[in-house]
């Protein structure tokens, strides 16, 4: 194990000697004036102090039973059944290491093999990793593979302009280093992708990215013909799709397809503040395409008794290959949350993911209804999940009053997209409950009221 150094050692001393420096002052006096400066920190406290600070701010927190909340936009409420946060804390999953160490146990090799498997199964194409960060990198790293499919012929990767802002951003900070033109094509009247504007912003593209509900939470209508015109460019066609809703909707695979990817944590973890996460990423079965892959792949194999083993069947990652030769530096892969996903999925089976779907899709039809009663749906069409709303007052004004009757309202939109007016993304999932919408449009009345008096 190398030397490291830890600040409550006596080394600084030994260490600014060694470095040819007599203090600290010195070590930065090239630096100029007023850049360095002191941290206005209170005095340290005891372990218990800080212990019974915290739990009064954490005292202030409301659970959503509590406070309904309404905000999704790509961070969602769903029930996580109470075994599967006892079986990942069991300690063969809980302290196994990332499964890029070839020390991994057969046992988180076998559970991440399955999580492949039923990923596979659920995406519609046979090739799976063993995840990635989560959606916004596994979409970046479909960009970069596009890119080298095409040996850097084309650096043009296409996305909705109806696309996530942080996504947006995950991706144009993943492939500024590749020089990637990263291009959106805006939404037609009905919301949907403009397939006319795809048409001609696909010329030259490395690949084109489309997701089965859009960032509106309008179900796309026509991912096999974004498919068709992505393929007629020569582009590779990449879908993303929210894993709660192939239960009832066809697989990207099934669509066209090269590569999908999406968000594995909406099965088998919390909300947690927006972490930690887990990003799906498969492909065709296709020799160039894996090889293409980042992340890891796990197999199932013999061992030399003859027995069932499971192994890394491929890495393509720095730690293991020539850097030059590497598909991705990606470190960790989310492996925990990953076999999450996959206790949840196991316990579903098919007949219980289509009906979280159906539920779903229920739920956000009810939330649409009576949403539209008090405020206008910018666009008519089957929504998953997320509903955009439009005020005809600023919302920020609505948001404060529904914090204020102890409701958390949606996601504002017109900071990313002002053309959409004062509009916000209301959302459902399977444990939105009636109450809570009708309680919902009891306020927003109200509070719309208030506001024309």
Request: glycine content about 8%.
């Amino acid at each position: 194990m190398g030397k490291h150094y830890l600040p409550n050692l006596p080394q600084k001393e030994e260490m600014l000697r060694e470095i040819g420096f007599s203090s600290i002052d010195d070590l930065f006096s090239d630096v100029p004036e007023g850049m360095i400066k002191e941290f206005n920190l209170p005095e340290g406290r005891s372990e218990y102090e800080v212990f019974t600070e915290l739990n009064e701010v954490l005292s202030k927190n409301r659970t959503v039973l509590e406070m309904p909340s309404f905000l999704g936009a790509g961070t969602y409420f769903h029930y996580v059944p109470a075994h599967i946060k006892y079986l990942i804390e069991r300690s063969e999953f809980l302290t196994s290491y990332t499964p890029y160490q070839p020390e991994v146990s057969q046992g988180m090799l076998q559970a991440l093999f399955e999580y492949q498997s039923m990923m596979a199964e659920l995406y519609g194409l046979p090739i799976v990793n063993s995840s990635m960060y989560d959606w916004g990198t596994a979409i970046a790293e479909a960009a970069l593979m596009t890119a080298r499919l095409h040996r850097g012929k084309r650096k043009r990767f296409v996305i909705p302009k109806a696309l996530s802002p942080e996504k947006k951003a995950v991706i144009r900070t993943y492939t500024r280093g590749a020089n990637l033109e990263i291009v959106e094509v805006p939404w037609d009247e009905n919301g949907h992708l403009d397939i006319e504007q795809l048409k001609e912003e696909s010329k030259d593209s490395a690949g084109v990215y489309v997701e089965m509900s859009n960032f509106f939470g309008l179900v796309e209508e026509n991912v096999r013909e974004i498919g068709e015109v992505a393929h007629d460019s020569g582009a590779y066609f990449v879908v993303g799709a929210d894993p709660t809703m192939l239960g009832v909707f066809e697989a990207p695979g099934e669509l066209g397809a090269d590569i999908a990817v999406g968000e594995a944590s909406f099965l088998g973890s919390p909300m947690n503040f927006g972490g930690p996460r887990a990003g799906v990423f498969a492909v065709r079965n296709d020799r160039t395409l894996i090889r293409q892959m980042p992340g890891r792949i796990i197999g199932m194999t013999k061992d030399a008794n003859g027995k069932r083993a499971f192994v890394m069947t491929l890495q393509t990652r720095e730690q293991h290959i020539r850097r030059a030769k590497a598909t991705s530096n990606i470190c960790s892969n989310e492996a925990l949350v990953a076999v999450a996903s996959a206790i949840h999925l196991a316990t579903l089976g098919p007949k219980g993911l289509r009906e979280l779907g159906e539920v779903i899709l229920k739920n956000t039809s009810y939330l649409k209804r009576h949403l539209s009663e008090v405020a206008e749906i910018p666009f008519e069409g089957l929504y998953f999940k997320d509903v955009p709303t439009k005020f005809e007052i600023p919302y920020d004004v609505i948001h404060e009053r529904l914090l204020e009757r102890g409701i958390h309202g949606g996601y504002y939109l017109g900071r990313h997209f002002p053309e959409l007016g004062e509009t916000a993304l209301f959302s459902a999932t399977e444990t939105t409950r009636k109450e809570w919408v009708e309680g919902l449009l009891k306020a927003l009345r109200e509070i719309i009221n208030e506001a024309e008096v």
